[in-house]
């Protein structure tokens, strides 16, 4: 026998009232959860292998958190398919503050235009915490190149459309889609000279093999240092502590050119909103603090620090830019 239709109202008011008091109740625990964080070790994962500047910084940022949280925040090296691999595995941690990543421009925005079965979506699932820092690409040639400037790579480029060439890392990463984007604003063709990581960009320029290329100041320290190499231009808004003397790339001639090697702290979406900014919190006091200053500084790291929602609007804009470059420019790694 089916209950009276007034008993039937009454039931479903209770169930309903039951399931928008689990409703509520969810973000309080959260908030009371987030009020204890953290319990446990904090894992940052660096999605490549150690020694890169992403490692640096991570390891520097690891640090200095775990001593102002009165914590243990352990890096985790997780290389492999240009930092896609760590991303993919922090996007499906579970969103409760303990795993963290530190991901580069490549593998937060780059590798959505080059990719078309991309695991992941960095703009769906990360909470951006902060972007972290930048690590401004670095117009570089070969200490006996004839090229003294912006002005004379960029006429020596016309005079000869796809002689000049330049090397990168690797196809699809930021020394191959600076030099791309570098090339569609300066309206010149050259060719792109992949190799198996940074160092051998660098021997390549000092060996006379390439004749210009966009690599980060800690990839050219060292060969610059010995005057191996000569640094002409940097591809930011503003000159680096470490390099005073090396003008930007709008100072040089290319207005509002930028292509930087940036670093981005992000957490899995709904990861509580006050984790997220205790997290926040932590990085942007660990960021000024002068032993960390003074080694990113060393390496040519600019720090940042946005806040979680200019960080956001920050990785949607570098999505955006560098899908652009890619369709424009025709690569693909799929």
């Given at each position: 026998m089916?209950p ?7 039931w ?7 399931a928008?008091a689990a409703a509520?109740s969810?973000?309080l ?6 009020g204890?964080?953290p319990?446990?070790?904090?894992r940052l ?7 890169g500047?992403?490692?640096?910084l991570?390891?520097l940022?690891?640090?200095k958190?775990?001593?102002n949280m ?5 890096v ?14 922090v996007?499906?941690?579970?969103p409760d503050?303990y795993?963290v990543?530190?991901?580069d421009v490549?593998c937060m925005?780059?590798?959505?235009g080059?990719?078309?079965k991309?695991?992941y ?7 951006p915490?902060?972007?972290?820092g930048r ?8 200490e006996?190149?004839p090229?003294?400037s ?6 020596a480029?016309?005079?000869?459309p ?8 690797g196809?699809g990463g ?7 984007l ?9 060719s792109?000279?992949?190799y198996k990581g940074s160092a051998?960009s660098?021997v390549?320029l000092?060996?006379?093999?390439t004749d210009f290329?966009?690599?980060t100041?800690v990839?050219?320290a060292s060969?610059?240092n010995?005057?191996k ?8 808004t503003?000159?680096l502590?470490?390099?005073p003397?090396v ?7 290319l ?11 992000a957490?899995?979406v709904?990861?509580p ?9 932590e ?6 603090a002068p032993e960390v200053?003074a080694?990113l500084?060393?390496?040519g790291?600019?720090?940042?620090g946005l806040?979680p929602q ?6 949607r804009?570098e999505?955006d830019k560098w899908?652009?470059?890619i369709k424009?420019?025709g690569?693909t790694?799929?």
């Amino acid at each position: 026998m089916n209950p009276p239709a007034k008993s039937r109202a009454l039931w479903r008011a209770l169930i309903g009232g039951a399931a928008a008091a689990a409703a509520l109740s969810a973000p309080l625990a959260q908030a009371q959860n987030a009020g204890a964080y953290p319990t446990k070790p904090i894992r940052l994962v660096i999605p490549f292998a150690p020694g890169g500047s992403t490692d640096i910084l991570g390891r520097l940022l690891a640090q200095k958190m775990g001593e102002n949280m009165q914590a243990t925040v352990v890096v985790d090296n997780k290389p492999g398919a240009n930092g896609t691999i760590g991303c993919d595995l922090v996007a499906k941690a579970p969103p409760d503050g303990y795993t963290v990543i530190l991901g580069d421009v490549g593998c937060m925005s780059m590798a959505p235009g080059l990719y078309t079965k991309l695991p992941y979506d960095p703009l769906r699932d990360f909470a951006p915490v902060s972007l972290v820092g930048r690590s401004p690409l670095v117009l570089t040639v070969g200490e006996n190149s004839p090229l003294r400037s912006l002005a004379d790579l960029t006429a020596a480029a016309q005079a000869a459309p796809g002689k000049l060439n330049y090397p990168s890392s690797g196809t699809g990463g930021p020394n191959h889609l600076g030099a791309e984007l570098y090339a569609m604003q300066a309206k010149v063709k050259v060719s792109h000279i992949p190799y198996k990581g940074s160092a051998p960009s660098v021997v390549s320029l000092v060996a006379g093999e390439t004749d210009f290329g966009f690599l980060t100041a800690v990839t050219i320290a060292s060969q610059l240092n010995a005057g191996k190499v000569r640094a002409l231009a940097v591809a930011h808004t503003e000159r680096l502590p470490s390099m005073p003397n090396v003008p930007t790339m709008t100072e040089a001639g290319l207005k509002g050119f930028t292509a930087d090697a940036w670093f981005l702290a992000a957490v899995p979406v709904g990861t509580p909103q006050p984790i997220v900014d205790r997290l926040y919190a932590e990085i942007a006091k660990a960021l000024p603090a002068p032993e960390v200053k003074a080694k990113l500084d060393a390496v040519g790291v600019l720090p940042s620090g946005l806040d979680p929602q200019a960080s956001a609007k920050f990785l949607r804009t570098e999505v955006d830019k560098w899908r652009g470059v890619i369709k424009t420019a025709g690569i693909t790694l799929d």
